[in-house]
């Protein structure tokens, strides 16, 4: 069965970091371009930071650059979100989704999400 899988989040205090990572089990994440987005309570899902299918293109959302670094790591089959400077408004439930290239609209897969609470 062919999924993604997030883990990495958590409650942590403002300014601290965290690491997400989407895993994908029976498909190769290096055939896809990979994306973050988040959805807050009340809030609609926004976007967050897209990585190409080799890797030499990542998009940031405007809130998010210069604290937040996607990688990916082939042999692995993994993604990453390094969040570093967390601030109360990244609080949300974060999801990684699987589509053609960062600016297509269609997911042809998306995890389940994890919640990353920022709050002192």
């Known amino acids: 069965q062919s999924q993604l899988v997030e883990s990495g989040g958590g409650l942590v205090q403002p300014g601290e970091s965290l690491r997400l990572s989407c895993k994908a089990s029976?498909?190769?994440?290096?055939?896809?371009?990979i994306a973050w987005f988040r959805q807050a309570p009340g809030k609609e899902r926004e976007g967050v930071s897209c990585?190409?299918?080799?890797?030499?293109?990542?998009e940031y959302a405007g809130a998010v650059n210069g604290r937040f670094t996607i990688s990916r790591d082939t042999a692995k089959n993994t993604v990453y979100l390094q969040m570093n400077s967390l601030k109360p408004e990244d609080t949300g439930i974060y999801y990684c989704?699987?589509?053609?290239?960062?600016?297509?609209?269609?997911?042809?897969?998306w995890g389940q999400g994890t919640q990353v609470t920022v709050s002192s």
């Open positions: 029976g498909f190769s994440l290096g055939s896809y371009a």
């Open positions: 990585i190409s299918k080799l890797g030499g293109t990542r």
């Open positions: 989704g699987a589509k053609e290239r960062c600016g297509a609209a269609k997911y042809d897969y």
